[in-house]
Nanobody, 118 residues
């Protein structure tokens, strides 16, 4: 099993920045992809970005430019740097991970709430 714990959420004013972090533990040796989704109230979960173990990144088109994903394999963490935040970025942000051996299985964190005030 893989355990993922997000941190860094909170209240920020529009235009501000926030950095989220996700720490992985447990059976992490074959984790290939880590990334972030978010879910706003009343909406479906939305893909933000992902990063492979060698640093290749993939972003949703709508997230390019304001969101940056990074990863530290030595610490088993993945971060999401968010800038120029807007009220519509208010959501619960979830970290996820996938193993190379079981790509259809996604491991999820419990999420961290980001609230952007206008």
């Amino acid at each position: 099993q893989v355990q993922l714990v997000e941190s860094g959420g909170g209240l920020v004013q529009a235009g501000g920045s926030l950095r989220l972090s996700c720490a992985a533990s447990g059976s992490i040796f074959t984790i290939n992809i880590m990334g972030w989704y978010r879910q706003a109230p009343g909406k479906q979960r939305e893909f933000i970005a992902a990063i492979t173990s060698v640093g290749s990144t993939n972003y949703a088109d709508s997230m390019k430019g304001r969101f940056t994903i990074s990863r530290d394999n030595t610490k088993n963490t993945v971060d999401l740097q968010m800038s120029s935040l807007k009220p519509e970025d208010t959501a619960v942000y979830y970290c996820y991970a996938k193993k190379e051996s079981t790509p259809s299985i996604l491991y999820w964190g419990k999420g961290t709430l980001v609230t952007v005030s206008s």
